[in-house]
């Protein structure tokens, strides 16, 4: 009888303590800042090393160029270097400096070194002090899962400063001739970051809903399989260097398949996020895909009944930057004047693993 009446007290507090964090911290986006090379590869520029043009990608994809490191073989301008330039600028733009970041949650797919991976470069990079630093491996849903892990961080009271960055190099390991041409046209490198801080500011914005999903019996349907433990690692490269096939080292995907997937997928979670926070479509002040092809943007805008005034696309300047896309997206929307403090904003994304997933904020 006693230790029944303990538990159910015990079970009470909990949810007490869950309810005062949920009413008193929120995950504030305090800082934004993006970053990409200065090199330019225009859909001519690709016309001339592989069998594409302009017409095609535009048509398919929307995209125009993007950018991609000067050098392809360059051992400085990493992905973690992206990602701290990113970083410096939304840490400014927080008004703090890298001392205050008390945590980093670091998305990409395409990390300095097989191991380990971008956040502990980054965390030297910066200079920050000897902080945790997380690295998340969802590839085009890495931004949305990175942002939920600061949330939820914040909102239990763990971290007050999380950086929160997607930065990629696609160009290093892109197929450039004609075998290559359904992939290599898409992808393009950069980085965005976002210091996502607790506040109890009644009057500041806080993420209201989250959700992530995945369905893994899709991983072959878009990735890169080699090195890895399924098809080999340097061993198997060592002894027999020529039977690693193209195939295996370059980015595959089925696009056709990805695409059809994309395009239920996105419809699905936004409306979870929006039903969770108790808000329609019509709510929304702006709405950041992923960038991953204009075609699947338009489809989204038009199954939601959003304006083009409800919709942030840059897929045409910069491709698809899998991890970077949505933080670069919503650092220049902010630029442009086109999310101001108070708007309701939605970020949804579908990429490989499958996974896909979205965060509802008021900014
Ligand atoms: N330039 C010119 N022709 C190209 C080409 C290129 N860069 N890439 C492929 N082609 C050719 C193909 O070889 C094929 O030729 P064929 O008919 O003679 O065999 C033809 O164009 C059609 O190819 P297909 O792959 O069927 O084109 P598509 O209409 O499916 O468009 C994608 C290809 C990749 C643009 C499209 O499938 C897509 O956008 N999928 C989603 C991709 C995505 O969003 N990925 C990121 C997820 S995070």
């Known amino acids: 009888m006693c230790c029944e009446t303990d538990i159910s007290l015990i079970a009470d507090e909990s949810v007490i303590l869950q309810q005062i964090f949920e009413i008193m911290i929120k995950s504030h ?20 090393v592989m069998n594409t ?16 490191r000067e050098n ?16 410096e ?13 008390d945590y980093i949650v670091f998305a990409t797919l395409s990390p300095d070194y097989f191991f380990p991976g971008c956040g502990v470069q980054l965390q030297h990079m910066l200079g920050c ?4 630093a997380l690295d998340v491996r969802n590839q085009c849903s890495g931004f949305v899962y990175a942002m939920s892990v600061a949330d939820a961080f914040i909102k239990t009271g763990l971290y007050k400063n ?7 190099i696609h160009s290093f390991g892109l197929d450039m001739s004609d075998r290559g041409r359904g992939v290599s046209v898409i992808f393009g490198d950069g980085a965005g970051a976002v210091v996502l801080s607790a506040t109890e500011d009644e009057n500041a914005g806080d993420i209201l809903a989250v959700n992530m999903h995945s369905e893994g019996q899709y991983a072959e349907e878009l990735c890169t399989k080699f090195p890895g433990t399924k098809y080999g690692w340097s061993d198997r490269l060592l002894r027999e260097p020529d039977a690693v096939t193209a195939d295996e080292i370059y980015p595959y995907m089925n696009g056709n398949f990805v695409f059809k997937h994309a395009v239920t997928r996105f419809p699905e979670t936004i409306k979870e996020a929006l039903d969770k ?14 960038q991953a092809n204009l075609r699947i943007a338009q489809f989204v805008q038009k199954q939601l009944g959003l304006s083009d005034d409800q919709v942030f696309n840059n897929i045409q300047k910069y491709g698809n930057t899998t991890a970077a896309s949505i933080p670069i997206a919503l650092s220049e929307a902010i630029e442009q004047g086109r999310l101001k403090r108070g708007d309701l904003l939605c970020m949804s ?15």
């Open 72 to 87: 392809r073989n360059d051992s400085e301008i990493t992905t973690a270097y992206l990602g701290m330039k990113a970083s």
């Open 29 to 48: 986006i305090k800082g934004i800042g993006h970053y990409v090379p200065d090199h330019i590869v225009t859909n001519d520029d690709l016309a001339k």
């Open 53 to 68: 043009n302009d017409e095609w990608i535009t048509e398919r994809t929307g995209i125009k160029e993007r950018r991609h």
């Open 129 to 132: 002090g000897t902080i945790g």
């Open 349 to 363: 994304t579908f990429g490989s693993g499958f996974t896909w997933g979205s965060v509802l904020l008021e900014y």
């Open 162 to 168: 999380i950086l929160v960055v997607g930065a990629e």
């Open 277 to 290: 926070a108790g808000k329609t479509a019509e709510d929304l002040d702006l709405f950041i895909p992923h």
């Open 89 to 101: 600028r939304a840490i400014a733009d927080a008004g703090l400096t890298a001392q205050d970041i």
